[in-house]
């Protein structure tokens, strides 16, 4: 079966950086637009970052344009979240997710796949 694996999440300062990590099974990984969710205490699941399968696109919230990166690597199953320069704003629940056909690469609908999700809390 499908199986997404979040991990890396924690506990930081303002203005420190986390690497998210996000290893896949049980699917032809490289044949899946990527993406990262969060969802803090109280507010709806919102659209971060996006990969497309080629590596040749990606697309970002504009509330984490310049801070995050969303790179993948098909040789390891794995596409990561670079976060920097990290706030109070950006504490939430991070999940991964994949879609074999994504149309709208900023809904949760379009994507199949999920992780179980980790937890960021950023300190100020």
């Known amino acids: 079966q499908v199986q997404l694996v979040e991990s890396g999440g924690g506990l930081v300062q303002a203005g420190g950086s986390l690497r998210l990590s996000c290893a896949a099974s049980?699917?032809?990984?490289?044949?899946?637009?990527m993406g990262w969710f969060r969802q803090a205490p109280g507010k709806e699941r919102e659209f971060v970052a996006a990969?497309?399968?080629?590596?040749?696109?990606?697309y970002y919230a504009d509330s984490v344009k310049g801070r995050f990166t969303i790179p993948r690597d098909n040789t390891k199953n794995t596409v990561y979240l670079q976060m920097d320069n990290l706030n109070s704003e950006d504490t939430a629940v991070y999940s991964c997710a994949a879609g074999r056909r994504v149309i709208f690469r900023t809904s949760a609908r379009s994507y199949e796949y999920w992780g179980q999700g980790t937890q960021v809390t950023v300190s100020s």
């Open positions: 990969i497309s399968l080629s590596y040749s696109s990606t």
């Open positions: 049980g699917l032809t990984f490289s044949a899946y637009t």
